[in-house]
């Protein structure tokens, strides 16, 4: 009953809330164990892992570092015990938190001969998004390539979930590495594969709840097209991006940043304002690079 409205939140944009209620339900679970007693695994509740992935989702969308931290390390204390699959899927969704906010923690993960295969997919995307911000093109398309040959082992083994995710995690990669050697239109079109992919396998009107990659896509599009100069076809993607993800700060900065070179002053100070209410956290420190 906690988290139920974290669904309706997700849909529409309130990220923050999806972070702050999923946080809430976690600890209603634990609190209601220690109060019966219980003696089974935290994770061993039925909807817990669910609530989690849910409250992990809701603080990478609205930027909380600091929240989305929190979620990664009670992976490695709430789903040592219990089901070993919602072990997988909690720490592996965990390690975007790493690359995206503790970059040297997600350099220095270590690959276990018993990871499943998903595991070892996001262990190299979160190892890419780290490198990305260190502005090393070169060690990200090795993560990218790294990430696309598991996809190719994940189809040989008919893995579709891993399929999946590795199709998006490698061109999202490849995407911030043409990014940093100052290729945007190469990467608009690696975004654009990405995007494609990610609408395509999970469209938002049936597999929202929670996302399973974990921001969309066609923002990074935006991004590089407005890197590239061609500010209408980044205000377009921008805009595309916004219509299943609403609110979302990034998307919404590049839509502001394209609507003033096109002389939309007005829009984009409404939406620049809209971006930084919504983001928890300083808009100036994510690199057009990494959005």
Same mark, same amino acid.
Request: no cysteine; net charge positive.
């Given at each position: 009953?906690?988290?139920?409205?974290?669904?309706?939140?997700?849909?529409? @944009?309130?990220? %923050?809330?999806?972070?702050?209620? +999923?946080?809430? #339900?976690?600890?209603?679970? $634990?609190?209601?164990?220690?109060?019966?007693?219980?003696?089974?695994?935290?994770?061993? %509740?039925?909807?817990?892992?669910?609530?989690?992935?849910? @409250?992990?989702?809701? /603080?990478?969308?609205?930027?909380?570092?600091?929240?989305?931290?929190?979620?990664?390390?009670?992976?490695?204390?709430?789903?040592?015990? @219990?089901?070993?699959?919602?072990?997988?899927?909690?720490?592996?969704?965990?390690?975007?938190?790493?690359?995206?906010?503790?970059? +040297?923690?997600?350099?220095?993960?270590?690959?276990?001969?018993?990871?499943?295969?998903?595991?070892?997919?996001?262990?190299?995307?979160?190892?890419?998004?780290?490198?990305?911000?260190?502005?090393? $093109? &070169?060690?990200?398309?090795?993560? $990218?390539?790294?990430?696309?040959?598991?996809?190719?082992? #994940?189809?040989? #083994? #008919?893995?579709? @979930?891993?399929? %999946? !995710?590795?199709?998006?995690?490698?061109?999202?990669? &490849?995407?911030? /590495?043409?990014?940093?050697?100052?290729?945007? !239109?190469? $990467?608009?079109?690696?975004?654009?594969?990405? /995007?494609?992919?990610?609408?395509? &396998?999970?469209?938002?009107?049936?597999?929202? +709840?929670?996302?399973?990659?974990?921001?969309?896509?066609?923002?990074?599009?935006?991004?590089?097209?407005?890197?590239?100069?061609?500010? /209408?076809?980044?205000?377009?993607?921008?805009?595309?991006?916004?219509?299943?993800?609403? %609110?979302? &700060? =990034?998307?919404?900065?590049?839509?502001?940043?394209?609507?003033?070179?096109?002389?939309?002053?007005?829009?984009?100070?409404?939406?620049?304002?809209?971006?930084?209410?919504?983001?928890?956290?300083?808009?100036?420190?994510?690199? !057009?690079? =990494?959005?």
């Amino acid at each position: 009953l906690v988290h139920m409205g974290a669904h309706t939140m997700m849909h529409v @944009g309130l990220y %923050q809330e999806v972070a702050v209620t +999923d946080a809430a #339900a976690l600890k209603v679970d $634990a609190d209601f164990k220690a109060a019966q007693g219980l003696t089974v695994p935290t994770s061993d %509740q039925r909807y817990y892992l669910h609530n989690f992935q849910f @409250g992990l989702a809701g /603080a990478l969308m609205s930027g909380d570092r600091k929240l989305a931290l929190k979620f990664a390390d009670h992976a490695g204390t709430a789903f040592t015990q @219990g089901p070993a699959d919602r072990r997988v899927t909690a720490t592996s969704r965990s390690l975007v938190a790493l690359g995206r906010y503790a970059p +040297d923690r997600a350099l220095a993960v270590a690959e276990h001969p018993d990871d499943k295969r998903i595991q070892k997919i996001y262990r190299h995307y979160a190892r890419g998004e780290a490198l990305a911000s260190r502005g090393d $093109a &070169a060690a990200v398309k090795r993560e $990218a390539d790294a990430v696309a040959a598991l996809g190719v082992e #994940a189809s040989s #083994a #008919a893995e579709n @979930g891993s399929v %999946q !995710i590795a199709g998006i995690a490698a061109k999202v990669l &490849a995407g911030r /590495a043409a990014m940093l050697r100052g290729q945007p !239109i190469q $990467a608009a079109e690696l975004y654009a594969q990405a /995007a494609t992919a990610q609408e395509k &396998a999970f469209p938002v009107l049936k597999n929202f +709840d929670p996302p399973p990659w974990w921001y969309p896509v066609r923002r990074s599009t935006a991004a590089a097209y407005l890197k590239a100069g061609r500010y /209408a076809d980044a205000e377009r993607e921008a805009k595309a991006s916004l219509v299943d993800w609403p %609110q979302d &700060a =990034l998307a919404l900065r590049v839509l502001s940043q394209a609507e003033r070179k096109l002389g939309r002053t007005k829009a984009a100070d409404s939406h620049l304002a809209e971006a930084r209410r919504v983001w928890e956290g300083d808009l100036r420190k994510v690199p !057009i690079d =990494l959005t």
